[in-house]
């Protein structure tokens, strides 16, 4: 079992930058690979980015590449979404979720353990 807990989403202007936060406890936190996820208002849940549990590779969907960078610190068992360049359209629950000794994925499904979701708006 993992527990997930996000945090740092808030308002911010376009063009602005947040840096999202998602505390990890209980098991080892270095067997895990970490995902973000998004889901605007009457949108289905989307990939963002995640890093492998060696935190060596990385993987974006197109939508935030070259603005979005995970990267995670295994002493303070945390990982982090950093996002500059913010847009509008970037406005929705951001998601941390966890899966065990496997590879980044696309797939909602595919991931066993979530947080409970931080807010970030980003107004024009």
């Known amino acids: 079992q993992v527990q997930l807990v996000e945090s740092g989403g808030g308002l911010v202007q376009a063009g602005g930058s947040l840096r999202l936060s998602c505390a990890a406890s209980?098991?080892?936190?270095?067997?895990?690979?970490m995902a973000w996820f998004r889901q605007a208002p009457g949108k289905e849940r989307e990939f963002v980015g995640g890093?492998?549990?060696?935190?060596?590779?990385?993987y974006y969907a197109d939508s935030v590449k070259g603005r979005f960078t995970c990267s995670r610190d295994g002493a303070k068992n945390t990982v982090y979404l950093q996002m500059n360049g913010l847009k509008p359209e970037d406005t929705a629950v951001y998601y941390c979720a966890a899966r065990f000794l496997a590879a980044i994925t696309e797939i909602r499904d595919d991931y066993n353990y979530w947080g409970q979701g931080t807010q970030v708006t980003v107004s024009s």
């Open positions: 209980g098991r080892s936190f270095s067997t895990y690979t």
């Open positions: 890093i492998t549990w060696r935190g060596s590779s990385t």
